[in-house]
């Protein structure tokens, strides 16, 4: 039974889903797409900065700066298994529980692979950018001197700033 990098194992098998799953294959699956995500996250961030956040004490409702760390990348690892798992085991993101499943399973993501492959990009896309929030500033910038520092808008768009001496505040 592999554990995930920055959250319990059942926390995330509850946000994907797959609390309750019992086939053993169907596990193995989920192991290795967990696997394969902790050494995404080692290979992406550095192993020292994974180890540094996955040691952060997480929060429901977080407020400072390593709890928000925390929560982003308990959300970031969560999508990215999801993105794994799509391709691997499609069928088990298909809810049958009343009106519900009627909604879900409508969905193109679960009728067609043109469905899952853009399902699968825009999974990515957030993992990506979540991803790069949890970089040092120093990585960002590469040498540490100017750094991108972002907020989100009110659309939930990345809105980015350049932090420098000289350029406090400019917008990129």
Do not use: H
Not at 72 to 86: C, D
Not at 119 to 137: F, I, T
């Amino acid at each position: 039974m592999v554990n995930p990098l920055f959250q319990t194992r059942e926390e995330l098998l509850l946000a994907i889903r797959l609390s309750t799953a019992t086939d053993v294959q169907t596990l193995a699956v989920v192991d290795s797409a967990i696997t394969e995500v902790r050494m995404g996250f080692f290979s992406a961030l550095g192993t020292s900065r994974a180890v540094m956040i996955a040691g952060y004490t997480g929060s429901e409702n977080p407020t400072t700066a390593e709890e928000i760390l925390k929560a982003t990348a308990k959300v970031a690892e969560g999508l990215w298994i999801t993105a794994r798992l799509l391709e691997q085991l499609p069928s088990l993101f298909l809810s049958e529980s009343g009106k519900v499943r009627d909604e879900f399973n409508d969905e193109p993501l679960t009728r067609d692979s043109a469905g899952l492959a853009k399902q699968k990009k825009d999974l990515m896309v957030r993992v990506e950018r979540l991803v790069g929030q949890l970089k040092s500033p120093s990585e960002v910038a590469g040498n540490g001197a100017v750094f991108s520092c972002g907020r989100v808008d009110i659309n939930g768009d990345d809105d980015p700033y350049l932090i420098a001496d000289n350029f406090i505040g400019k917008r990129l």
